[in-house]
C-alpha cells in the first residue's frame, strides 16, 4: 500500500532552496541585529539547536513550520515575498530601431499628406496619413485614408532610425515595396522627404518613381482638402509652398526629374 501524505509531513515540507536560502541569510541578520546566540534563538522557537545549525549550513532546508517558530521567537518576518519582476519594456523590434512606445510618441497623430500628382501635371495628390501605436505588435504603424484612388491606400509599418534620424513609412506586400523616408519633425512638427513608389504606366507596365512628399500635423496645417488639388483652387498655393520646401530647404535631392506619366499605385 502506498504511503499516504500526512497533515504531519504536510506542515513539515521543505521550503524551495531559494527560500531556504533567503530564510537563512534573514536569520542570520536577525542573530547579528539583536544580539542573540543561535541556542538562546533555538530555546524561543522551540527547535533543536541542531535542526537550526543543519539549516543555517545548508545541509537541510528550512521547513515551513521551523520557519514560523523562529519568525515567532524574533518577531519579524523571514519570508519575503520576492519582487515582482519588472514588466519587460516592450519595444519596436530590432529591424525598426528598436523604439520603446515613449520615445516615438510625439509622431502619434493623423497627417495631411501631400505629394505631386502622377496623373495630372502641375496638380497635388492630397489624402491623410495616420500614425498610431499598435501595442500587439509593439510598434508604429500608419495607415492612408481620404484617397481618390481608395483601393491603392497604403497601410504598413513605421521605422525610426536611431543613427540616420529619419522616419520611414513601409509597405510590404508580397515582396512590393513602397518606401516614405522622411526627416525627423520640425518644431511645427511637420515631415518632409521622399516618395518612392510603382507609377501605373501603359498597359500593366509599372515604373519605379520618387516624388516630393510632406506631412502635416491635421492640429496645425491649414484647412485639410483632400483629393487632387488643382492649380487656382483655394488651398493649392499653400500645399504648393510646402512640397516645395523638400527641396528648397534640403530635406530632398533630385538630381533627375520625373515626368507626369500615367496614375500611381501607390
Known sequence: ??????PR???EAALPDGQSQAVADAVREALARNRLSRQALADAARISISTLEKALSGRRPFTLATTI????????????????????????PAALGSYT????????????????????????F??????????GSAQLVFREAERLDAPFAQTGTVSVSNQSGHIYLVTEFQGQYRLAMLGRPTIQGEM???????????????????????????????????????????CEQDYRRFLDRVRDDGFAVFPGCLPPHGSAVG
Do not use: K, N
Not at 517558530?69 to 519596436?92: C, D, I
Not at 512606445?101 to 497635388?124: H, K, M, N, W
Not at 492630397?126 to 501595442?135: K, M, N, P, S, V
Open 69 to 92: 517558530r523562529l519568525e515567532e521567537a524574533l518577531g519579524t518576518p523571514l519570508r519575503r515575498s520576492a519582487p515582482a519582476p519588472a514588466a519587460a519594456a516592450r519595444q519596436a
Open 1 to 6: 500500500m502506498p504511503p499516504f501524505e500526512t
Open 126 to 135: 492630397a489624402y491623410r496619413t495616420e500614425i498610431a501605436w499598435d501595442a
Open 9 to 11: 509531513e504536510t506542515e
Open 192 to 234: 518632409f522627404g521622399i516618395l518612392t513608389t510603382l507609377v501605373s504606366g501603359r498597359g500593366a507596365h509599372l515604373t519605379p518613381a520618387a516624388t516630393p512628399l510632406a506631412l502635416l500635423p491635421e492640429r496645425t496645417a491649414p484647412a485639410a482638402h483632400y483629393g487632387r488639388i488643382l492649380p487656382g483652387m483655394a
Open 101 to 124: 512606445r515613449a520615445a516615438v510618441a510625439f509622431l502619434e497623430g493623423c497627417y495631411l499628406t501631400l505629394r505631386p500628382s502622377f496623373g495630372q501635371a502641375d496638380a497635388i
